[in-house]
Nanobody, 120 residues
Framework: QPQPVESGGGSVQAGVSLTLSCATS?????LAWFRQHPGKDREGVAS???????KYAESVGGRFTITKDNRKHTTTLQIDSLKPEDTAMYYC?????????????????WGKGTLVTIST
């Protein structure tokens, strides 16, 4: 099973960029990023398939870039021009089968998350 493990979170200043990483124990055809604000539901950010084709959730805007390295079994999520509202727990996930979409209900394997806190 592709157990995801996230890294790269922390406390950073608004306006800078941050790159999160996710490593899995086995290669997967799809990896995705989600985030959860305090007291809110988990929301999709982006997904990427084995060919490197990304999909981005409409709600997150254009400041996110997802990549996938099949050789290293990793994915990264770059967030540019960080804003205080980007403060959230960020999760990496993978589906067992089905579409490669950034929708929480399609994912089967979840990491424990990495916390991103943005200060002004």
């Amino acid at each position: 099973q592709p157990q995801p493990v996230e890294s790269g979170g922390g406390s950073v200043q608004a306006g800078v960029s941050l790159t999160l990483s996710c490593a899995t124990s086995t290669n997967t055809y799809c990896l995705a990023w989600f985030r959860q604000h305090p007291g809110k539901d988990r929301e999709g950010v982006a997904s990427v398939d084995r060919d490197g084709n990304p999909k981005y959730a409409e709600s997150v805007g254009g400041r996110f870039t997802i990549t996938k390295d099949n050789r290293k079994h990793t994915t990264t999520l770059q967030i540019d021009s960080l804003k205080p509202e980007d403060t959230a727990m960020y999760y990496c996930a993978a589906p067992a089968s089905g579409p490669c979409d950034p929708r929480p209900e399609t994912m089967d394997y979840w990491g424990k998350g990495t916390l991103v806190t943005i200060s002004t």
